[in-house]
């Protein structure tokens, strides 16, 4: 028998990654008004065509980021000379210009919807990281550089690197690294050993110069044309001496002093201070990624369900076991600043952590498809890995949310933000009462941080809270609620309470 006359299965449809999606389309409605929604939502419609229909198609999934090969670095040329020339693939370039293009970074700093430019930026990023998440990470620290750069770059900053940075032009654009990890420690600056020394030069445009002196263990966007580093300015440890600086790497030669760094992005001394835009930005970048990631996965396994055949012909989409695995898979103010500050660490660690684990149950719903490298499902869990470690582990963040949560009433205003959600809710559901006991001993447990086995639990609980809070505060949510009907929503609000074992 040959090859061509046994049974081939056939190949799952491709849909619109925005169209197919159960939740962003209605989610979008809540966040948007009418007048941003009639002008994003047809671009994120096109951009989902072109991902899947568009020149970007190659094969059956991931039709750009087969073409990205490992990049190479020749240090040296035939004569012993130090070149340090880095090439990268065809494909990492047309990914790259591909989301300029798209304005990953520029819609959110032309804020053509003013705070809702984020949203927007944000969707793009969710539906196209399954084919483009290789270069997410580059882009990520540009959004953080650029916003660092409009907070406390010097004006010829602002006039000749700003614009670059946030540019959709990929002609013009800049990317910028950031240069903060040491062999000390990783998200631990506090023992950070590079330093900047003053160099005899005059201050040119950019501000003064100076020669830093270390070892960055790890550099992001290492092709970038520039980078935000920290440094010491002073011989004393701790964070109070490092300072931030703006690295030029592949500036243009009209910009003067292009090989030194300026120090002109904080005053001596506040570079942790300064450098947090791009921390607290990339961190939600990364949580973003997560989902997008399993977005795509969600996508591929359900398509497979309805043209894979099992037990005598039936399709897996008619199995309730086989959906039901899916389905659990799927699912500023002062106080609003501190709010924020909770979060950022908590979505960061909490969407890595379910994300990726759903996504090998998403692999291995398509079967020995699932873990074919054609169907694009172990490249798009294998980058979503990073997600758990860069930026910050699990246990780096659960720490961090602990110091964030040290304000003077920052869990007693959020505690409270969240009360308010659940008074506006329809009394007597068995799932609502389980989530207010749990926000009741909340503040129990954020006092009781001096146990170091405690901090990775507490995020959890405050991220599977915080989840809870944010579908309940949709208005359809409420409404649905109050109607008790077993529609969609509400079954999996009510599934999403009762299997976090957290909130139990």
């Known amino acids: 028998m040959r090859i061509e006359e046994v049974f081939h299965q056939q190949p799952p449809p491709t849909g619109n990654p925005y169209l197919t999606d159960p939740v962003l389309p209605s989610l979008l409605k809540r ?32 039709p750009l980021a087969p073409l990205v090969k490992e990049p190479t670095l020749t240090q040296y040329d035939s004569w012993g000379n130090r070149v340090d020339v880095l090439q990268v693939s065809e494909g990492w370039k047309t990914l790259k210009a591909f989301a300029c293009k798209e304005g990953l970074i520029s819609i959110a700093y032309e804020r053509k919807f003013q705070d809702k430019s984020r949203i927007y930026q944000f969707c793009k990023s969710l539906l196209m ?41 990929p002609e013009k654009a ?11 420690g990783g998200s631990d600056v506090s023992r950070l ?10 201050p040119g445009d950019l501000g003064p110069a100076y020669l830093l002196d270390g070892f960055k263990w790890f550099s992001s966007a290492a092709e970038g044309n520039m980078s935000v580093a920290l440094a010491r300015t002073e011989s004393t440890h701790g964070t109070g001496a490092l300072s931030l600086f703006l690295v030029p790497v592949r500036l243009p030669p009209a910009l003067p ?21 791009v921390l607290n930005i990339t961190r939600i970048h990364s949580s973003v990624a997560s989902v997008g990631s399993l977005m795509r996965c969600l996508s591929l396994a359900r398509a497979y369900a309805g043209v894979r055949t099992v037990d005598g012909g039936k ?11 899916l389905a659990r898979c799927g699912v500023a103010n002062a106080k609003e600043q501190a709010r924020l500050r909770l979060l950022t660490p908590a979505l960061k660690a909490f969407a890595a952590m379910k994300a990726v684990s759903a996504m090998e149950e998403c692999m ?25 470690i860069w930026e910050g582990t699990v246990d ?41 006991h749990a926000l009741n001993d909340l503040p129990s447990f954020f006092r009781k941080t001096r146990n170091p086995l405690l901090p990775r639990s507490i995020l959890t609980l405050f991220a599977t809270i915080s989840s809870s809070l944010s579908f309940l505060n949709m208005p359809s949510g409420r409404a649905r609620l109050a109607s008790l009907k077993a529609d969609t929503d509400l079954a999996v609000f009510e599934r999403w309470v009762e299997e976090e074992n957290s909130v139990c």
């Open 364 to 388: 291995a719903a398509l079967g020995g498809q699932g873990y074919m490298e054609e169907t694009g499902m172990g490249r798009i869990i294998r980058d979503a890995l990073v997600e758990k």
């Open 257 to 277: 002093q292009r090989r030194r760094a300026h120090g002109e992005l904080a005053p001596p001394g506040a570079g942790i201070r300064q450098i947090a835009p």
């Open 174 to 184: 800049y990317i910028s690294g950031q240069w903060m990890t040491e062999t000390t």
């Open 396 to 436: 780096v963040l659960a720490h961090d949310l602990i110091r964030a949560s040290r304000g003077k009433g920052v869990i007693e205003d959020f505690c409270q933000w969240g009360q308010e959600i659940i008074s506006s809710a329809p009394k007597g559901s068995p799932v609502l009462s389980r989530l207010q």
């Open 31 to 62: 966040l948007l008004p009418a007048s941003a929604l009639s002008t994003i939502q047809p671009d994120l419609i096109r951009l989902g065509e072109d991902l899947v229909n568009g020149k970007h198609k190659m094969q059956l999934f991931g």
């Open 129 to 169: 990281v399954g084919d483009c998440h290789v270069i997410m990470c580059p882009y990520a620290m540009t959004d953080g550089a650029a916003r660092v750069m409009e907070l406390s770059g010097s004006a010829k900053m602002g006039e000749e690197i700003y614009p670059k940075l946030i540019s959709s032009n």
């Open 193 to 202: 050993e590079t330093v900047a020394h003053p160099t005899s030069e005059q």
């Open 315 to 325: 399709l897996l989409s008619s199995i309730p076991a086989h959906m039901e695995t």
